[in-house]
């Protein structure tokens, strides 16, 4: 097995996708597995300006995140057009975030834990010990 360079490990381009069905729009999407960061960015967009808890575009924003050019690896979409991601049939949002959050291996376990561990409810259990 071959021993990667920085270059390597970094190019998108060499980043896991696979294709998607949209038979909304007669074709196929292609989604890249969301990086460390991008996951990380999009829990910490999940809180409203009092701090709370506002999952309101978190499917845009996996959608974004997730949807990528097959032969760049570059996003097609960017965070400030969650509008017209949107605007899209919500079968098809529906259909590229459940493929996304499993290929990035992010269960519903896993949405679930963070929403818990990031909660602000008093009753909630916080200790270290």
Known sequence: MTVLTKDQITD???APTQQVAAPEREGELCIRSMSAGEVEHINSLNKNEAGEEDFTNFPARVFAASVVDPETGENLFALDELDAINALPFTLIQRVVKAACDFSGISADAVE????NSSTDPNSDSSTD
């Open 113 to 116: 834990e963070t929403r818990k």
């Open 12 to 14: 998108k381009r060499r």
